[in-house]
């Protein structure tokens, strides 16, 4: 079965930077596409940023973060990572790393991922 944990959430600072991890495992990871989500409260689940598969030739950031996080992929080691930079109060919420699809173009809606993992907490303080 798949399984995905993230890490790497925490209490930081405006301003301050944070890399999340995700540990894929039960999956040939590097066949699919992947993807980061977040949720504030009261707010529904947002696409953050997606990777193609293998390579990760393609990437796709929402216009809120672009410019400040990168998402990239170790295929050695079955982990999708989320460098965030410039973190804002704006970018608090529970982050999730998803599985999509293996062909096609990159997905980038939470309906069209499949496996998801348990979430880590992001909090940015002002």
């Known amino acids: 079965q798949v399984q995905l944990v993230e890490s790497g959430g925490g209490l930081v600072q405006t301003g301050d930077s944070l890399r999340l991890s995700c540990a894929a495992s039960g999956l040939t990871f590097s066949n699919y596409h992947m993807g980061w989500f977040r949720q504030a409260p009261g707010k529904e689940r947002e696409s953050v940023a997606s990777i193609s598969r293998s390579g990760g030739s393609t990437t796709n950031f929402s216009d809120s973060v672009k410019g400040r996080f990168t998402i990239s992929r170790d295929n050695a080691k079955n982990t999708l990572y989320l460098q965030m930079n410039s973190l804002e109060p704006e970018d608090t919420g529970v982050y999730y790393c998803?599985?999509?699809?293996?062909?096609?173009?990159?997905?980038?809606?939470?309906?069209?991922?499949?496996?998801w993992g348990q979430g880590t907490q992001v909090t940015v303080s002002s």
């Open positions: 998803a599985v999509g699809s293996r062909w096609g173009r990159l997905p980038t809606q939470p309906h069209e991922y499949d496996y």
